[in-house]
């Protein structure tokens, strides 16, 4: 099985990357519910996240750490919360949302809307942070 995911860690489809490594994969969701909603994933296609090895459960939850930390110091917010629902795409997936209030994590509210040039500028600027050494 191929998901949307997948054909977005291969190049077929186009991504607004913030962060990657060889088994990792953090991109803008274009339907945020906040500016700076990202998607993190895994590389390897495994549809329900608690079916993946511990060991890349774990790591998975560090570049997520490091991947939120970097939101955190460019779209101003009181915390970067994290959710895992599963449902909507078949590949194992954490989403980072820049939150101020509980109620910010509702996937029932319309998502938000922003320019391609303004996703490519936020892309650009969160990953600067993620490679580079910022305050945490």
Known sequence: ????F???ISGEIPAYKVAESDAFLAFLDIRPLAKGH??????????YFYD???????DLMIFSK?????????????????TVIGLEVPH?????????????INFSREPLQFSADQMTALATE???????????
Do not use: W, Y
């Open 126 to 136: 969160i990953n600067t942070r993620f490679q580079g050494d910022f305050p945490r």
């Open 6 to 8: 997948s054909k977005i």
């Open 66 to 82: 490091k991947v939120a930390h970097a939101i955190k110091s460019v779209v101003p917010c009181k915390k970067v919360g994290t």
């Open 92 to 104: 194992a997936h954490v989403h980072l949302i820049p939150i101020n209030a509980v109620g910010d």
């Open 38 to 47: 990202t998607l993190v994933i895994p590389k390897k296609e495994v549809d």
């Open 1 to 4: 099985m191929s998901t949307i």
């Open 52 to 58: 993946l090895e511990d060991t890349e459960l774990a």
